[in-house]
T-cell receptor, first 110, second 115 residues
């Protein structure tokens, strides 16, 4: 079993839709949770960073962490075609290397 | 903004060749990383370095080596390229303070094909 599981998609939604992206994990020691966005032919870039449980909001993006369920989510409100990308979840323990999910490919069509 | 530059965007090599992938960062970051990215497998850590001339094995170091002679430059070496090393290679850097899980800055990647 992989430490981090992520549905690869692709996920195709119309412009304006609310998108929900999710990851599950098995290691209860993970404390730091991140979402990276990767456009085609580019490297990943950090989108959201959360420590421990709870929610974090940044514009149209909301990251949620539920440590009791070992489940993290990224919500995108009012999705735009420019949000079309692969979204990678990543997590780690203190001073330990990041463990990445395999990524979910999202396509937002006009 | 931090810039992480990988020397080649696309590279085609033959089996058995020695391959050098170069990465340079311009923000005086302490830590540098090499990942490979494959469909269905995600990003896997090959090697990383916390300081000049220091290196640590990641999860899949077999068939690779690295060199960090200067702080800004981290090279990945494939001693004898094989077809199963065909992949997207991503270099990343991190400033080095706090937890190593903080923001990584990635280059645009090198798509390597080994024929």
């Amino acid at each position: 079993q992989k430490e981090v599981e992520q549905d690869p998609g692709p996920l195709s939604v119309p412009e304006g839709a609310i998108v929900s992206l999710n990851c599950t994990y098995s290691n209860s020691a993970f404390q730091y949770f991140m979402w990276y966005r990767q456009y085609s032919r580019k490297g990943p870039e950090l989108l959201m960073y959360t420590y421990s449980s709870g929610n974090k909001e940044d514009g149209r993006f909301t990251a949620q962490v539920d440590k009791s369920s070992k489940y993290i989510s990224l919500f995108i409100r009012d999705s735009q075609p420019s949000d079309s990308a692969t979204y990678l979840c990543a997590m780690s323990k203190w001073t330990d290397k990041l463990i990445f999910g395999t990524g979910t490919r999202l396509q937002v069509f006009p | 903004d931090v810039k992480v530059t990988q020397s080649s965007r696309y590279l085609v090599k033959r089996t058995g060749e020695k391959v050098f992938l170069e990465c340079v960062q311009d923000m005086d970051h302490e830590n540098m990383f090499w990942y490979r990215q494959d469909p269905g497998l995600g990003l896997r850590l090959i090697y990383f370095s916390y300081d000049v001339k220091m290196k640590e094995k990641g999860d899949i170091p077999e068939g690779y080596s690295v060199s960090r002679e200067k702080k800004e430059r981290f090279s990945l070496i494939l001693e004898s390229a094989s077809t199963n090393q065909t992949s997207m290679y991503l270099c990343a850097s991190h400033w080095g303070g706090g937890a190593t899980n903080e923001k990584l800055f990635f280059g645009s990647g090198t798509q390597l094909s080994v024929l």
